[in-house]
Nanobody, 114 residues
Framework: QVQLVDSGGGLVQPGGSLRLSCVGS????????MCWYRQAPGRERELVAC????????NYADSVKGRFTISRDNARNTVYLQMNSLTPEDTAVYYC???????WGQGTQVTVSS
């Protein structure tokens, strides 16, 4: 069964950085578009970033452009989300997502607070 395991969240001060990881199993991430979503308390889940399988092009939500970077390491079958210049508005549970097969990671909590 396909599995996505998210990790890397935590508590960070405003202006700080975190790197999230999503390890896939029983499929090759290189063959699929992969995305990160987030859900803040009381809000709907929203798309953060995606990386396309062929060519590796990326797209981002306007709110994170220039601060977040999505990437992948095919050898490790892992997708990353590098998050810089974090603000309290980035506080949320972050989820890895495999759109074409509708699989979600379990989520990892990111809290930005002083």
């Amino acid at each position: 069964q396909v599995q996505l395991v998210d990790s890397g969240g935590g508590l960070v001060q405003p202006g700080g950085s975190l790197r999230l990881s999503c390890v896939g199993s029983r499929f090759a991430i290189s063959d699929y578009t992969m995305c990160w979503y987030r859900q803040a308390p009381g809000r709907e889940r929203e798309l953060v970033a995606c990386i396309v399988s062929i060519g590796g092009s990326t797209n981002y939500a306007d709110s994170v452009k220039g601060r977040f970077t999505i990437s992948r390491d095919n050898a490790r079958n892992t997708v990353y989300l590098q998050m810089n210049s974090l603000t309290p508005e980035d506080t949320a549970v972050y989820y890895c997502y495999l759109p074409t097969r509708n699989y979600w990671g379990q989520g990892t909590q990111v809290t930005v607070s002083s």
